[in-house]
T-cell receptor
Framework: KAGVTQTPRYLIKTRGQQVTLSCSPI?????VSWYQQTPGQGLQFLFE???????NKGNFPGRFSGRQFSNSRSEMNVSTLELGDSALYLC???????????FGPGTRLTVT | QQQVKQSPQSLIVQKGGISIINCAYE??????FPWYQQFPGKGPALLIA?????SEKKEGRFTISFNKSAKQFSLHIMDSQPGDSATYFC????????????FGKGTMLLVSP
């Protein structure tokens, strides 16, 4: 089975712009979670989607949003980018009620 | 509030030695405790996981020890190899937590040849 794929792998944006990141889960996985990884804060949960519905959300501002499509693919969007949004954004997928989460390689976002 | 505390931040072990990484949690509702391994430029990879109904789980050279009363769990890597050099993260989740993982800050392990 193919693993979790994320596109793009690298992205450079300017402050104030917006960005959309994409994630394709492992085939058959219906839950997709997003995490932000930074050297200072480590891995922090952003949100989780299942069957196109956001089931849980972490403690991030409303500039961070996401959605899931009927094929379980997911996108996350960050609007009005700030320098502090520079991070590795990781997507993880799991089965319907699965606790085992499998991560993609991440998208490295740099905000200048 | 950091709900999962991980130590040490970094660790150097000689080849063939035992690497030990410790984690402590605060939320007694946590009931699933995985360990992830991350190499530079890669996403975290699930290594091994444990539920609180067992005190130890072993998979190859990797062992999780779990102490429910102390709210602590640890990862032991036996016969550590240079290829084990990576960052290790402990995490915790709740069965009802909709796949939300709370991570420790990570331990950078270096296994010297």
């Amino acid at each position: 089975k193919a693993g979790v794929t994320q596109t793009p792998r690298y992205l450079i944006k300017t402050r104030g712009q917006q960005v959309t990141l994409s994630c394709s889960p492992i085939s058959g996985h219906r839950s997709v979670s997003w995490y932000q990884q930074t050297p200072g804060q480590g891995l922090q949960f952003l949100f989780e989607y299942f069957s196109e519905t956001q089931r849980n959300k972490g403690n991030f501002p409303g500039r961070f949003s996401g959605r899931q499509f009927s094929n379980s693919r997911s996108e996350m969007n960050v609007s009005t980018l700030e320098l502090g949004d520079s991070a590795l954004y990781l997507c993880a997928s799991s089965l319907e009620q699965g606790l085992e989460q499998y991560f993609g390689p991440g998208t490295r976002l740099t905000v200048t | 509030q950091q709900q999962v505390k991980q130590s040490p931040q970094s660790l150097i072990v000689q080849k063939g030695g035992i690497s030990i990484i410790n984690c402590a949690y605060e939320n007694t509702a946590f009931d699933y405790f995985p360990w992830y391994q991350q190499f530079p430029g890669k996403g975290p990879a699930l290594l091994i996981a444990i539920r609180p109904d067992v005190s130890e789980k072993k998979e190859g050279r990797f062992t999780i020890s779990f102490n429910k009363s102390a709210k602590q769990f640890s990862l032991h890597i036996m016969d550590s190899q240079p290829g084990d050099s990576a960052t290790y993260f402990c995490a915790a989740s709740m069965d009802s937590g909709y796949s939300t993982l709370t991570f420790g800050k990570g331990t950078m392990l270096l296994v010297s040849p």
